[in-house]
């Protein structure tokens, strides 16, 4: 009888490892991850809560105090709280007297519930199953670790088909009209994938084919990234147009600060988007041509004479700039910084006004320009896939070439960019 007694006891200890498995566990909503042993069982349907077994003894898990479970057979289950359509959905295999009383029931039925989902298909986008008590199943879907959304899948029962209309002639004059509304939100999903987007019309509402549709939905999205995300080249021009401010330090002390000119500029650009900067990071070099006025104020003074005047200077300069910035988001219109360095070499320049002095005249003649100019630039803007719009603002050591004199000219531009 002791032999019998042991020989249950071994018995009842495989059969314990054979129910339960030990590399199960579960996360709780605050995201503590515990091992556990659980039950090996299939459910028919969702399970409203899961029964386990952990170091502190037996516990009840439930979808609104758990994240996720892992169970014997590798399956995994996340729990949610949800609004579910509980509408009917299989009207085929319902007789005709049923589906005459639900002609005038077209109307979707919503309840809010917590459940348990069962994970199809894991990745950035996530397709779950749910069988309800009803024994309706539902497929939900999720982005990016999202709230799951349902696809929306519809049978209803009409009394005559309509031209145009999916319908199926399933008893007595009883037509089911079918709404693959789903489709479009399928449609929305695999926007980047042109060829998923052709497909989507082949795909019924079962696991197997939603499965393999978000298998591929995943691969493309995977193989999407990798190619959006290499090194890019882009060219396009932009137009500066605003004002430039001339400030004049003399060796004197004195100090001259002019009125606000006319100053824009013409350039071609080249940009480069390095991979792995998700497309932010942008350096950027350009050449162009730069014309700024220069409201002057010089004074000439002599042992019998002083004369004042406010000749005005048109400088022309051509130009190559090297420019960094950065996105500060990805939207459509993206925000973003940026900086520089500009270097440009005088071409020509007029003179447009001055006085009548002779001797002033033939100062203000002789007075000398700077051939090269270094500016630093500064921009804000937004930008999107073809535009870009900024607030520029640049300061240029200035022009005078003249020892013991020193100019700075602030520049106040507003840019529009095109890229081809």
């Keep these: 009888m002791g032999k019998k007694l042991i020989l249950l006891f071994i018995l009842f200890l495989l059969n314990f490892r054979n129910l339960f498995s030990q590399n199960t566990y579960y996360i709780t909503s605050s995201g503590d991850t515990v091992a556990c042993l659980m039950k090996d069982r299939e459910w028919r349907q969702n399970p409203i809560s899961i029964l386990v077994h952990t170091d502190n003894g037996d516990k009840k898990l439930t979808p609104l105090a758990t994240k996720e479970v892992k169970t014997n057979s590798g399956e995994i289950y996340r729990g949610y709280s949800l609004l579910l359509d ?8 319902k007789s005709g007297i ?18 348990f989902l069962r994970l199809l298909v894991g990745g950035e986008f996530s397709l779950y199953e749910l069988i309800d008590w009803r024994n309706k199943t539902h497929f939900l879907y999720s982005v990016d670790g999202s709230k ?26 009883i037509y089911v009209e079918v709404r693959n509304e789903f489709f479009f939100q399928l449609d929305t999903l695999s926007q980047f994938n042109p060829v998923l987007q052709n497909i989507i019309p082949t795909i019924k509402y079962e696991r197997n084919s939603l499965a393999d549709f978000f298998y591929l939905l995943n691969k493309s999205q995977v193989d999407f990234l990798a190619k959006k995300d290499v090194t890019k080249y882009q060219w ?15 060796p004197n002390g004195k100090q001259y600060h002019s009125p606000l000119c006319p100053s824009y500029s013409f350039n071609i650009f080249g940009t480069i988007i390095p991979a792995g900067s998700h497309e932010k990071a942008r350096f950027t070099s350009e050449i162009g041509y730069h014309s700024y006025g220069l409201n002057m104020q010089s004074i000439y003074d002599s042992s019998s004479n002083k004369y004042t005047s406010q000749p005005f200077y048109r400088c022309n300069y051509i130009h190559g700039s090297v420019l960094v910035s950065y996105d500060l988001s990805t939207a459509k219109w993206r925000p973003y910084l940026g900086f520089g360095f500009r270097y440009g070499s005088l071409t020509n320049y007029k003179r447009i006004a ?42 240029s050591n200035g022009y005078d070439a003249r020892s013991g004199f020193r100019t700075i000219i602030d520049y106040y531009l507003v840019k529009v960019g095109y890229i081809f």
């Design 86 to 93: 509980v509408s009917p959905v299989k009207l085929s295999n």
């Design 98 to 115: 049923e589906l005459a009383r639900m002609l005038n029931d077209t109307i979707r039925k919503f309840e809010n519930d917590s459940a």
């Design 148 to 173: 799951p959304v349902e696809l929306r899948y519809r049978e209803v029962p009409r009394s005559q088909s309509y031209y145009g209309v999916n319908m199926e002639n399933v008893a007595g004059g």
């Design 236 to 250: 396009g021009f932009n137009l500066e147009a605003g004002a430039n401010k001339l400030n004049n330090f003399f």
């Design 354 to 395: 001055h006085d009548s002095g002779n001797e002033f005249r033939m100062a203000i003649d002789s007075f000398g320009l700077r051939h090269d100019e270094e500016i630093l630039l500064s921009e804000c803007g937004l930008r999107s896939k073809k535009i870009t719009i900024s607030l520029m603002y640049e300061r």
